[in-house]
């Protein structure tokens, strides 16, 4: 599909999957179970953050740079405009294994 340069921009921002959005929702999942005083609920989510988190890992062993990418398209397909490697990827995926590690402190 040939998209016109002036339209780049716009379908880049809009269609795509950004991977740094994931850890603020992994984090909001992780919080709103610990205040919610029901021990069950916070044993689910964090079995749930961590199924999520195991695609992370995987997709960190598999790359050459051993990072997360910025972004992907829809279903976690290679964004090839997308940067290999993004600190703010790997920062907001840290916050969620730091608050995993803190779970059970009240």
Known sequence: MHIPPYKRNVMFIL????????????RAKLHFAKI???GIH??????????????????????????LVELTNAGGVECKDSCAVQAWSMACILDVL?????????
Do not use: C
Request: charged share 25%; aromatic share 14%; no cysteine.
């Open 15 to 26: 269609f795509q999957e950004w991977l740094w959005v994931t850890g603020y929702f992994l």
């Open 36 to 38: 919610s005083n029901h």
């Open 42 to 67: 916070v044993d689910e989510t964090v079995a749930m953050v961590k199924r999520v988190l195991s695609a992370h890992r995987e997709a960190i062993r598999s790359s050459p740079y051993k990072g």
């Open 98 to 106: 730091y608050d995993l590690a803190h779970i059970k402190e009240v």
